[in-house]
Nanobody, 122 residues
Framework: QVQLVESGGGSVQAGGSLRLSCAAS????????MAWFRQAPGKEREEVAT???????TYADSVKGRFTISKDNAKNTLYLQMNSLKPEDTAMYYC????????????????WGQGTQVTVSS
């Protein structure tokens, strides 16, 4: 069973930056798709970014050019660098892992962390 633990959330002002981390209990990040999702109060969960086993990435249109997903396979850790943050980025951010290696966007993810809160004030 894969366990995922997020960290790095917090409160920042608009225009600021945060880096989220997701530590995995296994080498899942080196073998399978990993992703970041977010969910704001009253809204549906949204796929933010994904990264494949080979390192190919996808991003939601709302975060392109501002967010960067990456991973360190040696540390079994997934990252999300968030720059130029906006109030609309405020949400609970979740790390997720899949059971497939490629074509990561729009897929069902089986493993989830508990989430880390990001709050952006104007």
């Amino acid at each position: 069973q894969v366990q995922l633990v997020e960290s790095g959330g917090g409160s920042v002002q608009a225009g600021g930056s945060l880096r989220l981390s997701c530590a995995a209990s296994t080498s899942t990040s080196s073998r399978y798709c990993m992703a970041w999702f977010r969910q704001a109060p009253g809204k549906e969960r949204e796929e933010v970014a994904t990264i494949s086993r080979a390192g190919s990435t996808t991003y939601a249109d709302s975060v392109k050019g501002r967010f960067t997903i990456s991973k360190d396979n040696a540390k079994n850790t997934l990252y999300l660098q968030m720059n130029s943050l906006k109030p609309e980025d405020t949400a609970m951010y979740y790390c997720a892992g899949g059971d497939y290696a490629f074509y990561c966007s729009g897929r069902v993810y089986n493993y989830w962390g508990q989430g880390t809160q990001v709050t952006v004030s104007s």
